[in-house]
């Protein structure tokens, strides 16, 4: 499997400022943020599939513009996978007709160009020989984790999140993990927003990689405009065997 970073900011603000989207392979996508509109349209085209962590607008932005861009044109079906939370959001207050067409009926309900599959967390989903099993995180809104298995090695994504025992223990249950994923999104003197925003902050990141057990590379993303090489640096002064880099727009993953 391939990952490939279209974005991975906490928000927008300059060139590489795309916020959370990954493309799996050609027709995966993990998050469907604002990183997705640079993709050309025969790439848009290929896109079977979405895995989305939650409903809040920095990881869902792309999504009712690529239904509307490739339905018409390919007559296949794409599927949303999300906790069941998360899809009545987007049916109540994304495709609804007001702000958007509901394309779970568009051209009709049996044919339709978007189809919303619920997932919980511990729950996976097998496409071919790729197996995406959703984890549990704590946020503000229903979410989850997308562990992502090749069969040959996995990589998480965290998500948006706070610390949680859950995330932690789902973690160390990855033996294969290579790469972890992981938000944080304040430094640390805003611990207190990063609190009622469950997010985390350097120190929460620390509490949480010191419980882990397994030893993947971890990159840090979702980083809030204008504090990234803030919660960078306090990152780096972290004592612990695992050491932090920042997520890169375009990097790509291979495992």
Known sequence: MKLTVLGCSGG???????????????????????????????????????????????????????VDAIGEVCYHTITVYAPPGALHILRAHVFNWLVWPDFTSIPNRNHPYLRLQPIMAGESVRLGERTFTALPVWHTVPSVAWRLDSGAGQLIYSGDTTYCPELVEAINASPALRY???????????????????????GMLETMLNELTVRPEVYISHLKPGFGARIMEQIAALRGPLRPKRLEHGQEFVF
Do not use: Y
Request: proline share 4%; glycine share 6%; charged share 20%.
């Open 180 to 202: 972890l994923i992981v938000e944080t999104a304040f430094p640390e003197e805003m611990r207190a927003l990063a609190v009622s925003s469950r997010h985390l902050c350097p």
């Open 12 to 66: 927008i603000g300059g060139e590489d400022s795309r916020t959370s989207s990954f493309l799996v392979d050609d027709d995966i996508l993990i998050d469907c943020g604002t990183g997705v509109g640079d993709l050309d349209f025969s790439a848009l085209r290929h896109i079977d599939h979405i895995f989305v962590s939650h409903a809040h607008i920095d990881h869902i932005a792309a999504i009712p513009l690529l």
